[in-house]
């Protein structure tokens, strides 16, 4: 039931590319993203809703294919801050089901 | 606001012993939800609630774990007796009118269990 990310780690130097993977088994009707960095709480980054559509926040964006039952989160030219712990979430009646978390590190 | 506020930060306990976890939502959040982190398991929802009425507890591992929500500015995680397995980091997070919202986590306490 737990959606699975791909890949489960992720080593970059700064300014390159990144793509996280998450599915489901399950149907998706959202899923959400957020980011968690060492010894810190969680913290939403974006919602994807129906619809396949896009959505962005500065240079990270994120897509939703609800009939292959997945989204991808898309780091570009990727900065220090990026550095963490990245979990999808999807949306199970006004509860969230979090991935298995892909962990993100820039170096200089 | 002062964000979802939860306490103690840290609890080191030694087995058997009742351990009671709080937390504070963000004013006007009719969600609250109790999350356990561990390196094994990942993120685990146990147990949320909605206008301060536990709504799904299917996250809960077993009778030794409870939680309360007696107001809407006040929820408990109690663990009694607590077990070694129970260490982890237990999160709470808040959040506006359902399931496509964001939510808010709190700083998570740490809890040790000797």
């Known amino acids: 039931q737990q959606p699975v990310q791909s890949p489960q780690a992720v080593i970059l130097r700064e300014g390159e590319d990144a793509v996280i993977n998450c599915s489901s088994s399950?149907?998706?009707?959202?899923v959400h993203w957020y980011r968690q960095k060492h010894g810190e709480a969680p913290v939403f980054l974006m919602i994807l809703l129906k619809g396949g559509e896009q959505k962005g926040h500065d240079k990270i964006s994120a897509s939703f294919n609800e009939k292959k039952q997945q989204s991808s989160l898309y780091l570009t030219a990727s900065q220090l801050s990026y550095s963490g712990t990245y979990f999808c979430g999807t949306e199970r009646t006004d509860k969230l089901i979090f991935g298995t978390g892909t962990r993100l590190q820039v170096f200089p | 606001d002062a964000g979802v506020i939860q306490s103690p930060r840290h609890e080191v306990t030694e087995m058997g012993q009742e351990v009671t976890l709080r937390c504070k939502p963000i004013?006007?959040?009719?969600?609250l939800f109790w999350y356990r982190q561990t390196m094994m398991r990942g993120l685990e929802l146990l147990i949320y609630?909605?206008?301060?009425?536990?709504?799904?507890d299917s996250g809960m591992p077993e009778d030794r774990f409870s939680a309360k929500m007696p107001n809407a500015s006040f929820s408990t995680l109690k663990i009694q007796p607590s077990e070694p397995r129970d260490s982890a980091v237990y999160f709470c997070?808040?959040?506006?009118?359902?399931?496509?919202?964001?939510?808010?986590f709190g700083p998570g306490t740490r809890l040790t269990v000797l």
């Open positions: 997070a808040s959040s506006l009118s359902g399931g496509a919202r964001e939510q808010f």
């Open positions: 004013s006007g959040h009719d969600y």
């Open positions: 399950k149907a998706l009707y959202s």
């Open positions: 609630f909605n206008n301060n009425v536990p709504i799904d």
